[in-house]
T-cell receptor, first 110, second 113 residues
């Protein structure tokens, strides 16, 4: 059974720092992996989608990598800002559904 | 192009009441999904549909029913609401099930007391 784990569950860093969020999955048979952002009481915003044949995707200050063989993905956020504070969720797509991690709650301190 | 829309945004139900959560998409997507998100957890799949008239159970279907009479609409029915169904419900759609991005609605926050 596919399981997705995100560590740490919470992270607090000063503004301006570069940071890495981690996502691991137990079964490498996936079509893609997506990173989402969720603000408190809000819906989900898709940040990046990495197809299984890709190694990384970039959007602005965000860079996501995928290593299927080791079952890992990282989301790199450069020059963090207070507006980046949110919960970040990763999800893998092994078939018709998405399997989700529980998220990392990120707080950027001004 | 509104994407995926959900109504209502918030709802409070008493134990034993029933309600329908509405979901609609205007992207002509074949696949639609209902997920629930409990506090501090990831999302779990309740039901999904591969097209009009075809639905199937996900990981946590008990206490829910769905129907798909049109490509656009995928309502989720709660019968005899229970406190365990207090959650945030997300509807999503995609063109195909595998390898394609899923697009999410804004969610419905449901409290059962």
């Amino acid at each position: 059974k596919q399981e997705v784990t995100q560590i740490p569950a919470a992270l607090s860093v000063p503004e301006g720092e570069n940071l890495v969020l981690n996502c691991s999955f137990t079964d490498s048979a996936i079509y893609n992996l997506q990173w989402f952002r969720q603000d408190p009481g809000k819906g989900l915003t898709s940040l990046l989608l990495i197809q299984s044949s890709q190694r990384e995707q970039t959007s602005g200050r965000l860079n996501a990598s995928l290593d299927k063989s080791s079952g890992r993905s990282t989301l790199y956020i450069a020059a963090s800002q207070p507006g980046d504070s949110a919960t970040y969720l990763c999800a893998v797509n092994p078939d018709y559904q998405l399997i989700w991690g529980a998220g990392t709650k990120l707080i950027i301190k001004p | 192009n509104a994407g995926v829309t959900q109504t209502p945004k918030f709802r409070i139900l008493k134990i034993g009441q029933s309600m329908t959560l509405q979901c609609a998409q205007d992207m002509n997507h074949n696949y639609m999904y209902w997920y629930r998100q409990d506090p501090g957890m990831g999302l779990k799949l309740i039901y999904y549909s591969v097209g009009a008239g075809i639905t199937d159970k996900g990981e946590v279907p008990n206490g829910y029913n769905v129907s798909r009479s049109t490509t656009e609409d995928f309502p989720l029915r709660l019968e005899l609401a229970a406190p365990s169904q207090t959650s945030v419900y997300f509807c999503a759609s995609s063109m195909l099930p595998s390898g394609y991005e899923q697009y999410f609605g804004p969610g419905t926050r449901l409290t059962v007391t």
